[in-house]
């Protein structure tokens, strides 16, 4: 969103949402947490004064001292155990990983893989798939394998070791938060009913997904997921319980924003990096 870097097969799809001459949306910031200001006259769940976090996606509009949404935002008041960064950081890795779960309806006792599971979306996938009853697998670098234990997987592949296609085992469900791993070997380690999720669908992905969709029994979904306020309430509701948290790997300032993204652009971070705004005394 900042330097337009996209695969070629993306670029019209991602010329419309982002912008043709520039970014559509001027401030970014996709996932916020803070106490509302004020509110609309017809605005009727909130009020001044409510904490709350919401995930405004594309509209953007987090990297600022305040931000504006509509009232049919993807917004829900902020669960009480958690502090503004904390919660600011369950938005869109919490929203976007029980988007794809909930598609998957998985059952207790069933094999779930999670590729790229110390990330963002993956630390909630591996919760979220453990909170529904799956046995989980989760694939990271060798400096995450603690992490990710910690989330509840009950087992760890390190990708730069271990080839998870080749050792033999077959899950139910596939999931790939980062687009990283090769479809063929998802399909060949999934089962014949089973279930792939891709969170980073190129349209190049997405055409070989709609064949192997078609030539199998397979079910493969990808797409955007959309933010939700049912979904935010349910993390909510999870969180209080203490099913899931978390995790935050740095916090900068507002003003550090640019070594903020340059240490999120190196594509090594854990679970989510949180930008504090403070406002004007």
């Known amino acids: 969103m900042r330097g337009f870097l996209v695969p070629l097969s993306y670029w019209l799809f991602a010329r419309i949402a982002l912008g043709f001459r520039g970014p559509k949306t001027e401030i970014l910031g996709g996932e916020l947490a803070g106490e509302i200001e004020s509110v609309g006259k017809d605005v009727k769940n909130f009020k001044k004064g409510d904490q709350v976090f919401a995930y405004p996606g594309h509209h953007g509009g987090g990297y600022a001292e305040y931000a504006c949404l509509p009232g049919d935002s993807a917004v829900a008041i902020k669960p009480e155990n958690l502090t503004f960064e904390e919660a600011a950081a369950v938005s869109f890795g919490g929203n976007t990983a029980l988007h794809f779960i909930k598609q998957a309806n998985i059952q207790k006792g069933q094999k779930v893989l999670i590729y790229g599971a110390s990330g ?3 630390t909630y996938a591996v919760q979220l798939a453990k909170y529904f009853g799956a046995e989980v697998t989760g694939v990271c670098s060798t400096t995450n394998i603690d992490l990710v234990k910690s989330m509840g997987a009950d087992n760890v592949i390190d ?3 271990e080839d998870f296609s080749k050792n033999g085992e ?3 469900v596939i999931l790939d938060t980062v687009g990283k791993a090769s479809l063929s070997d998802c399909m060949r380690s999934l089962k014949e009913e089973g279930t792939y999720l891709q969170v980073v669908a190129t349209p190049a992905v997405s055409i070989q997904m709609e064949w192997n969709g078609l030539t199998s029994s397979k079910t493969l979904i990808g797409g955007t997921a959309i933010p ?4 935010l309430l349910f993390l909510k ?3 209080e319980a203490e099913k899931i948290k978390p995790v935050i790997d740095r ?3 507002l003003e550090q924003i640019i070594d903020a993204h340059r240490y999120v652009d190196q594509g090594h971070k854990k679970g989510n990096v949180v930008i504090t705004v403070e406002p004007d005394s």
């Open 237 to 239: 509701e999870l969180v």
């Open 251 to 253: 916090t900068y300032t």
């Open 170 to 172: 077959i899950y139910d």
């Open 159 to 161: 990708y730069t070791k």
């Open 120 to 122: 963002s979306v993956g």
């Open 228 to 231: 939700q306020t049912e979904n």
